[in-house]
């Protein structure tokens, strides 16, 4: 669990904010990057895998490389 020390205050318009220390909002920035990345890697271990041989990926490869350059 994040150990946060939000501050609140009010703005010159009335909008409420909250303040939080650098190094606090670095560690949730940090948290928030990694969730991204567990999201992301649980929904490609969700796909079923599909194996090529390596001789036949290599030529699907190199024609794709040869039709894009």
């Known amino acids: ?7 609140y205050i009010k ?7 909250v303040v939080i220390p650098q190094k ?4 949730m ?3 928030m990057e990694d969730l991204e990345d ?3 890697f649980d929904a ?3 796909k079923k895998l599909v194996f090529v041989d390596a ?4 030529r ?6 040869k039709k894009n350059v």
């Open 1 to 7: 669990m994040l150990n946060i020390h939000p501050q």
């Open 11 to 17: 703005d010159t318009a009335g909008k409420n904010l």
């Open 24 to 27: 606090e909002f670095d560690t």
């Open 29 to 31: 920035m940090e948290a």
């Open 38 to 40: 567990i999201k992301k």
């Open 44 to 46: 490609v271990t969700k």
């Open 55 to 58: 001789d036949i990926a290599f």
């Open 60 to 65: 699907q490869i190199e024609a794709k490389r």
